[in-house]
């Protein structure tokens, strides 16, 4: 992970773990699995900076609204703990990626 994208997860470039950056994980809703990303950003970063994007193939990535839905945004002082969902279930694919871009500042 480059510095700029620690500093803007709020994580120590020093420190081999910390409480912030980025997990994945797995949510099932109706009977269907989905791909999550949660992350920790500073505040005041704008959300053009990154991009949550998802891939069937590691080759071709996509983002934006059509492709991940941001369903949770908790204010945690100068942290804010945001969480986005691939929108495809992974039922449609062999394989689902899902990975957090940094595209500024």
């Known amino acids: 992970m480059t510095n700029l994208m620690e500093r803007m997860l709020g994580t120590d470039p020093r420190a081999a773990e910390s409480a912030h950056g980025a997990r994945v994980q797995v949510e099932e809703i109706s009977e269907e699995n989905y791909l999550t990303i949660t992350f920790s950003r500073l505040k005041g970063i704008d959300a053009a900076d990154y991009a949550p994007r998802v891939s069937s193939n590691l080759m071709d990535w996509d983002d934006g609204p059509e492709n991940v839905q941001e ?11 945001v969480t986005v969902r691939d929108r495809t279930p992974m039922s449609v694919s062999d394989r689902r990626f899902i990975q957090l871009q940094l595209l500024g500042p």
Do not use: L, R, T
Not at 71 to 78: K, L, R
């Open 71 to 81: 369903i949770d945004f908790v204010d945690e002082g100068a942290f804010e703990k």
